[in-house]
């Protein structure tokens, strides 16, 4: 169970949150297409504008269900800092500041130490092995990560090193999917979303045998359906216009809280990219 005294707490995606870094798209914009996404929308871009008004109403959602959200400050130089999941992650009692993998996202995650310093946070520092937090997924004693072009297998065996009480499985994914939560996100004890032509034949097989995966189509994974975000008792982020994704949680009995969010994912993430829990109520 979670000690009242502890700062930082993590061993579900699902479990009731109490406290998530985020940071405002106040300087989002596609300068170089990283990711498949943002290849799309290069054109079209973002109108930061209208980000902004959708951030700030999913940040609003989150403080009236009771999440204490802390701000990073946003920086000129990093334009794809809105999505704080990446910079790091919080696996038991442990804070995890990330290796940036893309040149262009390089710093960000100072912005997270000076966070943690300053609030006297310890943190274990993955320097020289590329990773991030949107390739991490953690359910009990059970760590998922994502081998991708951001997550690299020095990574993944350093993790295992360090966390010998945890069972870590990696799961290879096709390339073109920018982090494991754009193909792969549990909901619940139970339940997961998937989008099975990311995944192989053996990985569906293996995640089947551990949760009833509710599959999403091409056209909502395009819209990120599965990066949905969980803030405990069955209620969860999604986009509006994925509808089968949400009709789906919410037959499974899910609060499905819908917001807004389609400048931000134009970007190549959602509700979950933008979010790096601290503290969940185990």
């Known amino acids: ?20 870094i985020v940071c405002e798209p106040k300087y989002m914009t596609i300068r170089e ?14 109108q930061i504008n209208i980000a902004m008004l959708q951030h700030n109403k ?6 009236l269900n009771g999440v204490d959200v802390i701000m ?3 920086l000129n130089k990093y334009h794809e800092q809105v999505f704080t999941r990446d910079i790091g992650f919080v696996l038991g009692e442990t804070v995890f500041v990330a290796d940036m993998a893309n040149e262009a996202r390089v710093g960000e995650e100072d912005a997270l130490k000076n966070y943690l310093e300053g609030n006297m946070i310890s943190y274990f520092n993955l320097i020289g092995d590329e990773i991030e937090g949107g390739d991490v997924i953690i359910d009990g004693k059970t760590v998922y990560i994502g ?8 990574a993944i065996n350093h993790l295992q090193r360090l966390l010998t009480d945890y069972e870590v499985v990696t799961i290879d994914f096709r390339e073109k999917y920018l ?17 099975p032509q990311a995944l192989n034949e053996d990985t569906i097989k293996f995640l089947e045998s551990r949760y009833d995966l509710i599959q ?67």
């Open 179 to 195: 982090h494991l939560d754009c193909v792969f996100n549990i909901v619940s004890e139970n339940e997961a979303l998937y989008y």
């Open 216 to 282: 999403v189509s091409k056209e909502e994974q395009f819209s990120l359906g599965t990066n949905v975000f969980s803030i405990g008792n069955k209620k969860v982020f999604s986009l509006p216009e994925n509808r089968n994704v949400n009709a789906a949680l919410r037959s499974r009995g899910f609060n499905v809280i819908e917001v807004e969010f389609s400048e931000i994912i134009k970007s190549g993430g959602s509700f979950r990219c933008c979010t790096m829990p601290l503290l969940r109520k185990g």
């Open 147 to 154: 081998l991708s072009e951001r997550t690299n297998q020095n």
């Open 1 to 20: 169970m979670l000690g009242l005294d502890l700062k930082t707490y993590c061993n579900s995606e699902y479990n009731v949150l109490k406290k998530v």
């Open 33 to 46: 297409a990283i990711n498949e996404t943002q290849k799309h929308y290069l054109d079209e871009n973002i």
């Open 58 to 63: 999913f940040v609003e959602q989150l403080k």
């Open 72 to 74: 990073l400050p946003p």
